[in-house]
Nanobody
C-alpha cells in the first residue's frame, strides 16, 4: 500500500513561486513514476509533471514547461514540484499520484491507483 500526502499549497500573486511536496510512504517501484496532476473547478484533471521514482527521467505538460521543475528528495522521501512565474491559469487543486503497475499513458489520470488528498494553489492579485 502506498500513501501520498501533498503539502505546500497556498495563495500567491501572479509571478510568484511556490513549492509543493508529495510525501511518499510505502513501496514505489523504481521503474514507476510519481506524477503531479491538477484540477481546476469544473475542469478535468490534467497532467502536470512526472518523475521516475529512481529519480531519472522527467516529463512536463507543455503549459508548465520551463516554469515548473519536478524533483525527488531522497532524504525526505518526497517528490517536489517547484513552480515559478505562476499565472492565474495555474490555479487548481494539485494532486500527486503513482500507479500500481506500469502505465501505457503516463499523462492519463485513469492509469493511476494511488492519490493524495490534494493541495489548493490559488494565483490571484
Amino acid at each position: 500500500q502506498v500513501q501520498l500526502i501533498e503539502s505546500g499549497g497556498g495563495l500567491v500573486q501572479p509571478g510568484a513561486s511556490l513549492t509543493l511536496s508529495c510525501t511518499v510512504a510505502g513501496g514505489v517501484s523504481n521503474n514507476y513514476a510519481v506524477s503531479w496532476f491538477r484540477q481546476a473547478p469544473g475542469k478535468e484533471r490534467l497532467f502536470v509533471a512526472a518523475i521516475k521514482w529512481s529519480g531519472g527521467s522527467t516529463l512536463y505538460a507543455d503549459s508548465v514547461k520551463g516554469r515548473f521543475t519536478v524533483s525527488r528528495d531522497y532524504s525526505e522521501n518526497t517528490v517536489n514540484l517547484q513552480m515559478n512565474d505562476l499565472m492565474t491559469d495555474d490555479t487548481a487543486v494539485y494532486y500527486c499520484a503513482t500507479p500500481m503497475i506500469a502505465v501505457s499513458d503516463i499523462k492519463g489520470p485513469s492509469e493511476y491507483d494511488y492519490w493524495g488528498q490534494g493541495t489548493q494553489v490559488t494565483v490571484s492579485s
